[in-house]
């Protein structure tokens, strides 16, 4: 049966959930995407009369898709040059999903998605759909094929280990300017004692380049080892600038709902610097510059006003 409007219009209607849960689990805009797509695609094929609840089925199909992704996802990454990170999302982008409760806010945290790696594709699963959306174990018992006791069982699992001990801190638009403005004073002050305070004594820093952009295999763990690597990064040098393809502006912003320094050359965004910030300083610093997850936050950028860069880097 050939769908109607009124069947397209339901899936518009669930669109951006769909694409909410899904970034959650693969930790990739442009995989969460197509799999979105190729949820609606299944959706035309269905009979929509005879499917009694849209959203359940559509969350089912959604979920099912990107745990089959999951499973090749982590063989592919098993050959992925250097660190894998997720795709960074910067602020108000719609894919971000809901952010009305702590537990919905963290969930999408850059810190909670790479954890999130660690996990099984089920346990994820259950977090995500359990934690950011708040689905009862029942209905994701039903998504997953699952008894409600193993939802139960795999969420309490899937807690544990995103619980790593520190304890993230709360962060609004003004205070990541504040948090950001003092990092980027002390890493481009030429010495490594005032980046070393606003770090803690266990802070690691790890880099994204996807094989495309030079970065670390291995993360820099330790204050005084990530504050040398961060002034060395901030030097200025013309081998950098060739790299990049000119100067860069940096911006301050929130990316996945923490603070971040973003890169920007030409109205292209080269890198998103994440600061995961806790109680006792900046725990991680966490920087994507792979360009094929940059695509999605460079055409966010584009479309809106930021103000004047506060430094041109190199």
């Not at 708040?134 to 193993?150: K, S, V």
């Not at 890169?263 to 725990?283: F, N, Q, S």
Request: proline content about 5%; overall charge neutral; glycine content about 8%.
């Amino acid at each position: 049966m050939a769908p109607t409007m009124n069947d397209a219009d339901r899936f518009e209607g669930s669109r951006r959930r769909l694409e909410a849960i899904a970034y959650r689990l693969l930790g990739s805009a442009s995989e969460a995407e197509d799999a979105v797509q190729e949820t609606y695609l299944r959706w035309q094929a269905a009979d929509a009369d005879r499917i009694e609840v849209p959203e359940a089925w559509l969350t089912k199909v959604l979920t099912n898709l990107c745990l089959n992704q999951l499973t090749s996802a982590r063989a592919r990454r098993e050959t992925y040059v250097g660190q894998w990170l997720p795709e960074p999302l910067l602020a108000g982008d719609p894919m971000l999903g809901p952010a009305d409760t702590a537990e919905q806010r963290e969930s999408v945290s850059y810190a909670v998605l790479t954890l999130l790696e660690r996990l099984s594709p089920n346990e994820r699963a259950v977090y995500v759909l359990r934690e950011a959306f708040d689905y009862p174990h029942r209905e994701i018992a039903e998504i997953l094929d699952l008894t409600e006791a193993a939802s139960q069982q795999l969420f309490h699992r899937a807690k544990k280990h995103v619980a790593d001990g520190k304890a993230r801190a709360v962060v609004d638009e003004a205070a990541a300017r504040r948090i950001v403005d003092e990092f980027l004073a002390a890493a481009t002050s030429g010495r490594t004692e005032p980046l070393v305070r606003l770090l803690t004594q266990d802070a690691v820093a790890v880099g994204d380049g996807g094989g495309k952009v030079p970065a670390r295999t291995k993360a820099f763990e330790g204050a005084r080892a990530v504050a040398s690597f961060m002034r060395g990064l901030f030097k200025p040098g013309k081998a950098k600038r060739a790299l990049v393809g000119g100067s860069p502006e940096i911006h301050a912003t929130t990316a996945n709902g923490e603070p971040a320094v973003v890169a920007v050359v030409d109205g292209r965004i080269v890198g998103v610097m994440c600061l995961e910030v806790t109680a006792g300083g900046i725990a991680a610093v966490r920087s994507q510059a792979n360009p094929d997850k940059l695509a999605r936050a460079t055409r966010r950028w584009a479309a809106a006003d930021h103000g004047t860069p506060l430094l041109h880097l190199f």
